[in-house]
């Protein structure tokens, strides 16, 4: 079992920058791939970036390209998501996510361990 803690949404202004934080609570953090997703209200949870097992592989959603990136620490079981130039269509429940493999997916339900999400709010 994973268990996955997010921490370091909040409230910024447009073109700021936001770091989330995803602490994994396993053994076998580096048997993981891991993702982002993000769920804005009214609206379906969509894939924002992902990585792989080793950090050597990521991947993104188009909207997010050139500003997000992802990186992870093995040595801490911990994932990134640096946010930055964010953007009020940015504003979202942010959510770590977690799977087996070494397959980068985009899709949510390809991911078996989920954290609590933490809010982000861009203003314009």
């Known amino acids: 079992q994973v268990q996955l803690v997010e921490s370091g949404g909040g409230l910024v202004q447009a073109g700021g920058s936001l770091r989330l934080t995803c602490a994994a609570s396993?053994?076998?953090?580096?048997?993981?791939?891991m993702g982002w997703f993000r769920q804005a209200p009214g609206k379906e949870r969509e894939f924002v970036g992902g990585?792989?097992?080793?950090?050597?592989?990521?991947s993104y959603e188009d909207s997010v390209k050139g500003r997000f990136i992802i990186s992870r620490d093995n040595t801490k079981n911990t994932v990134y998501l640096q946010m930055n130039n964010l953007k009020p269509e940015d504003t979202a429940v942010y959510y770590c996510?977690?799977?087996?493999?070494?397959?980068?997916?985009?899709?949510?339900?390809?991911?078996?361990?989920w954290g609590q999400g933490t809010q982000v709010t861009v203003s314009s």
């Open positions: 396993t053994r076998t953090f580096t048997r993981h791939t």
């Open positions: 990585i792989s097992t080793g950090g050597a592989r990521t």
């Open positions: 996510a977690g799977r087996t493999g070494e397959s980068l997916r985009q899709n949510w339900y390809d991911y078996a361990y």
